[in-house]
């Protein structure tokens, strides 16, 4: 019980840390698999769905945290659903009137957003048992390290698979493309190297900090 | 056995009360959520309509063309699944009109999801050209077929095209969006042998 009093008094930079690099819901909380195979294939889209997501963690973290001691423990994944869903619903308006063209391509993966396990990892974990406050930055933060994730995974998909960086050609048009990288099995491929980087660094600076 | 479900039936009315209870809050949590959702709502449906109906209006002067005598007549829904959006596009000169031809707006299924395209035809039915509304194709797969060098192919094409035959060949890699083009072209082809053209000879007639 008092270790819980303790967390519940978590400093807002190891949370904010924990968000970004140390618990990133993706590469190393292993979160969201789904989108980020899906929406990668573009630096533009990827960085769309972040932003898309981290507006959806930070309003729904903040009113589940809000509603913490309202919500009954019964019925409170339907509670998170509808918060969720009426958030992705906002945010899929606001992108069909005012960014069209990043909407249409995003197509079914902005609805998706509402069983998006990331946020409900969040809402579950964290927003329920911690104040507004932290809450909302712990919403910010995996927000932020999605997008990171999403970012780092679409970039090297898109230079190798499509020769193009944000639509710009960088290796020239008669630059012949390795295809395969936007290939669902590219996504994998480059998604496990990451991955795989970041456990390789994070575990030497955790080996570091104990010397 | 009476007893049985007397008790049970003290114990179910608190559980009633408790699912009453519980259900009520969850009808608070959605009514506060849909109230949300109409104000976002309200503030961007007319935006989100305004920009459809202009992107469509801005494909029919790309495919048609530019002219300043040109009029654009929404017909009304004429009952093909497939098919979105029918407009029939004539030239006004001296209060005379005639017929360019149509733009039909319809739906492919394609990899991503489905995707918009906007068909042009002539008034004897061949195809003028075609504009992509919108779409989720792949970058670098799907999105080489949505571009006009496969597009422009089917301009002139006026029935029954086949992938794979003659000129129109599917980008490779990219053979279920090459497929799904196809396949709108015909139906929209269809679509124009089996009610445009009667509409536009009975309108002649009458």
Do not use: W
Not at chain 2, 93 to 121: H, M, P, R, T, W
Not at chain 2, 164 to 170: N, P, Q, R
Request: net charge neutral; aromatic share 8%; glycine share 10%.
């Amino acid at each position: 019980m008092k270790t819980t009093v303790k967390k519940n008094k978590v400093s807002l930079i190891g949370v904010l840390l924990d968000g970004i690099v140390f618990k990133n819901p993706v590469l190393i909380q292993l979160l969201g698999m789904c989108p980020i195979l899906a929406t990668s294939t573009s630096l533009e889209n990827a960085f769309g769905m972040g932003v898309a997501v981290t507006f959806v963690l930070f309003f729904s973290n903040i009113i589940i945290s809000l509603l913490r001691k309202i919500i009954p423990e019964k019925i409170r994944i339907a509670a998170y659903i509808i918060i969720i869903a009426g958030f992705v619903s906002v945010i899929d308006m606001i992108l069909k009137a005012y960014l069209p063209s990043l909407s249409s391509s995003l197509g079914v993966f902005i609805p998706l957003i509402v069983v998006n396990c990331i946020i409900f990892a969040r809402a579950e974990s964290f927003a329920s048992k911690n104040g507004v406050i932290p809450s909302a930055v712990d919403g910010i933060a995996c927000g932020i390290g999605f997008t990171i994730a999403l970012s780092i995974v679409s970039a090297i998909r898109e230079i190798l698979g499509n020769g193009t960086i944000l639509g710009f050609h960088i290796f020239g048009e008669s630059f012949q493309p390795a295809t395969m990288m936007l290939l669902p099995f590219g996504g994998f491929l480059t998604l496990g190297f990451v991955i795989a980087l970041v456990q390789f660094v994070t575990d030497k600076i955790g080996k570091g900090g104990n010397k | 056995m009476l007893n049985k479900s007397s008790s049970k039936k003290s114990v179910s009315t608190t559980e009633l009360k408790e699912i009453f209870a519980t259900g009520l809050k969850l009808c608070i949590f959605m009514s506060v959520i849909c109230v949300m959702l109409f104000f976002v709502n309200s503030i961007t449906a007319e935006k989100i309509a305004e920009f459809e109906s202009k992107k469509i209006n801005d494909a029919i002067i790309t495919i048609m063309g530019d002219d300043p005598n040109m009029t654009i007549e929404p017909l009304e829904d004429l009952g093909d699944s497939s098919v979105k959006e029918v407009y029939k596009i004539d030239s006004m000169v001296d209060e005379q009109s005639q017929l360019i031809g149509y733009c039909v707006y319809a739906k492919a299924k394609g990899y991503g999801g489905e995707f918009n395209l906007l068909v042009g035809l002539n008034a004897d039915g061949t195809v003028k050209g075609i504009s992509v509304i919108s779409d989720s194709e792949t970058v670098g797969i799907g999105k080489k077929v949505l571009t006009d060098s496969f597009l422009s192919k089917f301009n002139g094409k006026s029935e029954g095209v086949t992938l794979g035959s003659g000129d129109i060949v599917a980008v490779s890699g990219a053979t279920v969006t090459s497929k799904a083009v196809t396949s709108c072209v015909n139906s929209v082809l269809d679509f124009y042998e089996s009610t445009l053209k009667e509409a536009d000879t009975d309108e002649n007639n009458g």
